[in-house]
């Protein structure tokens, strides 16, 4: 089992600034690619951004050019830097791993989410 530790929400006002980290821990053979998922009230669940393990990223492109991913592969941890952010960007944030054990088998792991909210 791996587990996926989140923080780094809160609120914020618009045009500010935060930064999202995600911590994999427990039994990891391997972690292909993270992410950040979002989903806002009444809303489907959708990528934010993803980034493999060789470090390219791809993002949504509501968030593009605001929000930039990347990884410690060392420690498992993916970070979510967000800025100018305005108040659309307003949901729990999730944390996303796709791992493969020795066996070679594919299990994706989920946080348990962290809310951010953006508000004057």
């Known amino acids: 089992q791996v587990q996926l530790v989140e923080s780094g929400g809160g609120l914020v006002q618009p045009g500010g600034s935060l930064r999202l980290s995600c911590a994999a821990s427990?039994?990891?053979?391997?972690?292909?690619?993270m992410g950040w998922y979002r989903q806002a009230p009444g809303k489907w669940r959708e990528l934010v951004a993803g980034?493999?393990?060789?470090?390219?990223?791809n993002y949504a492109d509501s968030v593009k050019g605001r929000f930039t991913i990347s990884r410690d592969s060392a420690k498992n941890t993916v970070y979510l830097q967000m800025t100018s952010l305005k108040p659309e960007d307003t949901a729990v944030y999730y944390c996303?791993?796709?791992?493969?054990?020795?066996?070679?088998?594919?299990?994706?792991?989920w946080g348990q989410g962290t809310q951010v909210t953006v508000s004057s």
């Open positions: 996303n791993a796709e791992t493969f054990t020795k066996m070679g088998v594919r299990e994706d792991y």
């Open positions: 427990g039994s990891i053979f391997r972690i292909n690619a």
């Open positions: 980034i493999t393990v060789s470090g390219s990223a």
